[in-house]
């Protein structure tokens, strides 16, 4: 009961600082970002993550691109673990603010793959028990055994309230 009672609380503080949603910047630039597919490290582009067009889709302090909210195309999850010993992304400038990895279950060549994620935001079960700069979870299976565990938790009903975030984020390499 504790343990549930802790990640509550960390979920929500969590919540409190996603709700602040932040200007992604000026321009049109691209963004270029690592994940982990099947135990190897990817990136991903995200177009249009710094653009002024209205559309662009925000999470937090985070450009989303392109907001697809009302466009039909099929998706696959990008889970986005938000943990402190994180080591692939954080906000622009703040280097310890709402540290996260990515992991995704699919990449060219995959069944299923459209370049096209709906983001699934995760937090740990208990805090402390993972390091994901020592032991990163590198793989989609190993997500859902951790999902399964109790390890990572599921927060994104929490977290994006308004439905499940899209997003455009092709992969364009990898090992």
Not at 12 to 21: D, E, H, M, P, Y
Not at 35 to 46: D, P, S
Not at 75 to 97: E, S
Request: glycine share 12%; with cysteine.
């Amino acid at each position: 009961m504790k343990r549930l009672a802790v990640s509550a609380i960390g979920a929500l503080a969590l919540a409190a600082v996603l709700a602040a949603t932040v200007s992604a910047g000026p321009g049109g630039q691209r963004r270029i970002e690592v994940a982990w597919y099947q135990g190897h490290e990817v990136t991903f582009l995200q177009p249009s993550l710094f653009s002024a067009n209205p559309n662009g889709g925000t999470l937090a302090c985070f450009g989303l691109g392109p907001d697809l909210a009302g466009i039909d195309r099929p998706t696959q999850p990008l889970y986005v673990i938000f943990d402190a010993t994180a080591t692939q992304d954080h906000c622009d400038g703040q280097p310890n603010v709402l540290r996260h990895d990515h992991v995704l279950p699919v990449a060219p060549g995959d069944p299923g793959y459209t370049g096209a994620w709906r983001l699934v935001l995760l937090v740990e079960g208990t805090p402390g028990s993972i390091d994901l700069a020592v032991n990163p979870i590198t793989s989609a299976a190993q997500v859902q055994a951790a999902l399964a565990a109790g390890t990572l938790l599921d927060v994104t009903s929490a977290l994006a309230p308004g439905g499940p975030v899209t997003m455009i984020a092709p992969v364009i390499g990898g090992s």
